[in-house]
Every structure is written in C-alpha cells, then in structure tokens.
C-alpha cells in the first residue's frame, strides 16, 4: 500500500493556479521550446493548452511564456522567469508535501494496516 495526495495551489478566490497538468505542460514546453510540441506530446489539443496558459496568467496577471510567432527556427515558446519559478516552486513544494506524507504514513498508519 502506498499513500496517495492529490495537490494543487488555489488562489483566494477559490481558482486554481498550478496543480500537475500545467506543471506537466510548463515541463514539456521547458523542453521542446513549443507549446505546439508540448501540447502534442500530452496528447492535448494546442487550443486547450493555450487556453490554459493562458488562464492562470490572467489569473496571476503575469505571463509565463515568451511566444515568438513565425514558426521554425523564428517560433517558439520559452517559459518567462515566472512560469520557471512557478514550475520548479511547485515541483519543489510537491516533492516536500511528498517527503511529509510518507512519513507520516510510516508513522501513524502503516502499524495499523500491518
């Protein structure tokens, strides 16, 4: 048996800012330099991961990505200094909250199921 969490970050408003899926679609655009690609790779339309991107930065006022439009080597998307802190911010607290849970499964629980 293996405890499982399910986290995202909401803003006071009750919306949701990161949870996996962007952090996913930040990775994949970190690492193709497309948001085109990344969308293809999560096997997400480009209309729905635009869409989302789009969201949380109007959500957090803030872009997260650079699009450079003209495809090839002249398009592209990089992650802005926002969405990189956001991406590795998230990913950082997630491993905590992770580290935490495990511990206190050992802790408190695994005797009782044992």
Same mark, same amino acid.
């Given at each position: 048996? *293996?405890? &499982?969490?399910? #986290?995202?970050?909401?803003?006071? =408003?009750? =919306? *949701?800012?990161?949870?996996?899926? #962007?952090?996913q679609l930040l990775q994949k655009i970190e690492e193709t330099g497309s948001l085109n690609q990344a969308s293809a790779r999560l096997d997400m339309s480009y209309r729905t991961a635009w869409g989302k991107i789009e969201k949380i930065?109007?959500?957090?006022?803030?872009?997260?990505?650079?699009?450079?439009?003209?495809g090839g080597k002249k398009g592209g998307s990089t #992650?802005?200094?926002?969405? &990189?802190? #956001?991406?590795?911010?998230?990913?950082?607290?997630?491993?905590?909250?992770e580290q935490e849970l495990e511990?206190?499964?050992?802790?408190e629980f695994l005797q009782i199921i044992e």
């Open positions: 048996m *293996q405890p &499982r969490l399910k #986290l995202w970050i909401e803003n006071e =408003e009750g =919306e *949701q800012i990161v949870g996996e899926g #962007l952090l930065e109007n959500r957090l006022d803030s872009k997260l990505i650079h699009r450079e439009t003209g #992650l802005t200094e926002r969405g &990189r802190n #956001l991406m590795r911010g998230y990913k950082s607290f997630k491993a905590r909250v511990k206190s499964y050992e802790e």
